[in-house]
C-alpha cells in the first residue's frame, strides 16, 4: 500500500464501547497527526506526534487516547465517546517538524449511538 | 490566536470557465504560510498550492493560481479552466513559519463543476 491509510473506515459505536482507530503511513515520515472534521467547522488539529513523541495535544478530552509505537503507526483509542464525538478523523503525516506538506489518509467516520 | 474565515459556503461554475474561492485571515505574524486543500467527495485531502509570506509573487500550479494580498491578508485561489474532477470541498489554511505543523483551516467551500 502506499501514502497513509486508516482502519476501519465506518465505525459505529455505543457511549461504552471501546475501540480504536488505526493509521499507518508508508512514506517515510516522521510526523503524525490526528485531525477532527466535523460538518460546518474547521478541521481540528488533536495530536501531533513528531518521532514517536506527542507535542501537541490540542485540548482533546481524555476520553480520546493517542498512542504512536512508531513513526509508520498512530493509534486513537476511544472510550465512553458522546454522541458529538461523531465526525470524520483524519490522520496525515509529514516529513520534519518544520513546514513541510502534509499528507492525508481517507479517515474513519465515526459515529457514536 | 489566528482564524481563517471562508464565507463562500458553497460556489459553482461551468466546465471549462474560471472561478474563483475567497479566503481571509487573520494573524499578527510576518511570516507564515497558507495553503488551498482540496476535499472531493469520499477521497483524499490533497494540497492544491501554497503560498510563502515573505514571497511577494502569486503561487501558480498549473490552473490553480492564487491572489494573495498581505496588507489585506487575503488568500483567494483562481481556478481556470474548470474540470468536472475540481468538484470538491476546498479548504483555506494557515501555518506560523514556526508553528511546528500547528495549521489552522477554514470550514471550506463546496465547489460544484456543471457540465
Known amino acids: 500500500e502506499t501514502g497513509v491509510t486508516q482502519t476501519p473506515r465506518h465505525l459505529v459505536m455505543g457511549m461504552t464501547n471501546k475501540k480504536s482507530l488505526k493509521c499507518e503511513q508508508h512514506l517515510g515520515h516522521n510526523a503524525m497527526y490526528w485531525y477532527k472534521q466535523s460538518a460546518k467547522k474547521p478541521l481540528e488539529l488533536m495530536f501531533v506526534y513528531n518521532f514517536k513523541e506527542q507535542t501537541e495535544n490540542n485540548s482533546v478530552p481524555s476520553r480520546f487516547s493517542p498512542e504512536c509505537p512508531n513513526s509508520s503507526h498512530l493509534f486513537l483509542h476511544l472510550h465512553t465517546l458522546q454522541p458529538e464525538d461523531s465526525a470524520l478523523y483524519l490522520c496525515?503525516?509529514?516529513?520534519?517538524?518544520?513546514?513541510?506538506?502534509?499528507?492525508f489518509g481517507p479517515g474513519t467516520r465515526l459515529t457514536v449511538l | 490566536a489566528q482564524t481563517v474565515t471562508q464565507s463562500q459556503p458553497e460556489m459553482s461554475v461551468q466546465e471549462a470557465e474560471t472561478v474563483t474561492l475567497s479566503c481571509t485571515y487573520d494573524t499578527s505574524e510576518s511570516d507564515y504560510y497558507l495553503f488551498w486543500y482540496k476535499q472531493p467527495p469520499s477521497r483524499q485531502m490533497i494540497l492544491v498550492i501554497r503560498q510563502e509570506a515573505y514571497k511577494q509573487q502569486n503561487a501558480t500550479e498549473n490552473r490553480f493560481s492564487v491572489n494573495f494580498q498581505k496588507a489585506a491578508k487575503s488568500f483567494s485561489l483562481k481556478i481556470s479552466d474548470s474540470q468536472l474532477g475540481d468538484a470538491a470541498m476546498y479548504f483555506c489554511?494557515?501555518?506560523?513559519?514556526?508553528?511546528?505543523?500547528?495549521?489552522?483551516f477554514g470550514i471550506g467551500t463546496k465547489l460544484q463543476v456543471i457540465p
Open positions: 496525515a503525516s509529514s516529513l520534519g517538524r518544520v513546514y513541510n506538506e502534509q499528507f
Open positions: 489554511a494557515y501555518m506560523n513559519s514556526g508553528g511546528y505543523q500547528k495549521v489552522t
